[in-house]
């Protein structure tokens, strides 16, 4: 079973992956540092140097292996849902979780480390509030494809559990 972690940057994508393979005794797997280590680059890095196209690509062919894996949770990156047809493939491989954020908390989650972020590492923090709404906006169509939606603020790895508990009975 793959059960596949998406949303917003600050939605608490990897951290949950791993409590939640924990509590599951699966693996845990964060697609980006997948990424990382097969192009022995930063996501920041393969951004700078290659761009974005590049990166969705390798991002794309990074998803595709994983489907070889068994009993795994996988923390995507925010933009993989809306690329190549990925949120379409993780809804036939395994089961889509979106972890809903509003917009302030993702502001406060993510402003202080904007840097290690290739998307939002040029804007001022002014202009950040913006982004982040017409982003999750543009996105939304995307996420709302999760077999599960649930509210990432103050999720305890239970509430996963007992939402993923139908599909785990199958």
Known sequence: MLIFLIGFMGAGKS?????????????????????????????????NLKGEQFFRKVECETLRT????????????????????NMQWMNEKGITVYLKIHPGTVYHR???????????????DADLMEYIMETMTERAPFYNQAKIQISGLNLRTEDLVNALQPFLEQ
């Not at 791993?18 to 540092?33: H, I, N, Q, W």
């Open 110 to 124: 993510i402003a202080p480390s904007k840097a290690k972020r290739p998307l939002i590492s040029h804007i001022n």
């Open 66 to 85: 994983i489907s070889e894996q068994q009993n795994t949770v996988i923390a995507t990156g925010g933009g993989t849902p809306c690329f190549f047809d």
């Open 15 to 47: 951290s949950q992956a791993k409590k939640l393979a924990a509590r599951l005794s699966f693996e845990a797997v964060d697609l980006d540092e997948l990424i990382e280590k097969a192009n022995k680059q930063s996501v920041s890095e393969i951004f």
